[in-house]
């Protein structure tokens, strides 16, 4: 935990000692009354906070902000839905990274069942979002959502100029690293792009279709096959390198 987060309100309560972020504080960053540490408000200011004083129950804090967060990356991912395990850790590392938005969509491969996993039902996926934060010393979480088919999902996207690339390793028609490099899709010069992935079985026929349709590129990173998740950091890492 590189930066300890808050929700705005939180900092006008004790903090619980049973709350994983108060034993940080005390345990890891071994902090006392007096110190500061690291600390930011959720899509809100990086700054430091206090440990005014501890009790037998909780932490009381203050807060001063410091500076605002930069924007998030002008990234979008679409994901088929994968297994819950799966979606944690892609929850988790694509917020590491940074990614503005990411839809996790229904496609003609999906399971079903997978939109009814307690990850989603029960709020679950938010705590993976702020660990990544953490991870990253940011505030700023992406917008998720898990309730999209692919075609709605498509439906919603921000209109060109914007470059648009799928992930296929059956059907490309050219490789990640081209289209990157290609100064017509304007990833170098900063502009926006939507990355693509299918579910854990990938693309189906009806899918690609109605990629090709909306104006996505399919695109490979080798000719290996990869793990969803791996898949998602490696095409996430090289366009966030060639915006850099």
Request: aromatic share 6%.
């Amino acid at each position: 935990m590189n930066l300890v987060l808050f929700a705005p309100n939180e900092l006008f309560a004790p903090l619980s000692l049973s709350d994983p972020r108060a034993q940080h504080v005390l345990t890891v960053l071994r902090r006392a009354p007096g110190d500061t540490f690291d600390a930011g408000l959720i899509n809100g200011p990086l700054g430091k906070a206090t440990l005014l004083r501890a009790d037998d129950t909780a932490l009381h804090l203050a807060f001063a902000a410091t500076r605002e967060p930069p924007p998030l990356p002008p990234v979008t991912l679409i994901i088929g839905l994968p297994r819950p395990q799966t979606a944690r850790d892609l929850l988790r590392d694509t917020t590491t990274l940074g990614a503005a938005c990411i839809h996790f969509v229904t496609t003609e491969r999906t399971d079903p069942n997978y939109a009814s996993s307690s990850l989603w039902t029960s709020g679950e996926w938010q705590r993976h979002l702020l660990t990544g934060a953490a991870q990253a010393f940011d505030t700023r979480l992406p917008s998720v959502t898990w309730t999209h088919t692919l075609a709605s999902a498509l439906a919603c996207e921000a209109p060109p100029p914007r470059a648009r690339l799928a992930l296929d390793n059956y059907e490309p028609t050219t490789s990640l690293g081209a289209e990157i490099l290609n100064p017509k899709t304007q990833i170098l010069n900063g502009g926006g792009v939507t990355l693509a992935f299918g579910p854990e079985r990938g693309w189906g026929p009806a899918d690609r279709d109605q990629l090709r349709a909306a104006g996505f590129i399919l695109c490979s990173l080798g000719q290996r096959v990869l793990r969803l998740e791996t898949a998602v950091i490696a095409a996430l890492a090289l366009v966030h390198h060639a915006r850099s």
